[in-house]
């Protein structure tokens, strides 16, 4: 069993710049493609980037292809996103997710078998 515990959300102002932290246990990290995912009230779960078991193959959501970097430390377990000019829109619970699939689940939501509570962002305009 995978854990994953997310870190780093805070109220922000937009234009300014955010790094989110996702520390997973439980299972090699190194065998495991990680993405970030965010939720707003209403809204279905949206895709945000994702970085392959090597962290050589990255994916990126449209709403934040530019301003996103998904990167990873496999020492440390972590994997973390880097949000730049961050707008209103970005506001939302960030979660982190975990595949063990031999395939890179990229964006595809169903391909992941683990996930995080969430980590809130609120960006201010």
């Known amino acids: 069993q995978v854990q994953l515990v997310e870190s780093g959300g805070r109220l922000v102002q937009a234009g300014t710049s955010l790094r989110l932290a996702c520390v997973a246990s439980g299972s090699t990290f190194s065998t495991l493609a990680m993405g970030w995912f965010r939720r707003t009230p209403g809204k279905e779960r949206e895709f945000v980037a994702a970085?392959?078991?090597?962290?050589?193959?990255?994916a990126y959501g449209k709403s934040v292809k530019g301003r996103a970097t998904i990167s990873r430390d496999n020492a440390r377990n972590t994997v973390f996103l880097q949000m730049n000019s961050l707008k209103s829109e970005d506001t939302a619970v960030y979660s982190c997710?975990?595949?063990?699939?031999?395939?890179?689940?990229?964006?595809?939501?169903?391909?992941?078998?683990?996930w995080g509570q969430g980590t809130q962002v609120t960006v201010s305009s």
């Open positions: 997710a975990a595949s063990s699939s031999q395939y890179f689940a990229g964006t595809d939501l169903q391909g992941y078998d683990y």
């Open positions: 970085v392959s078991r090597s962290g050589v193959t990255t």
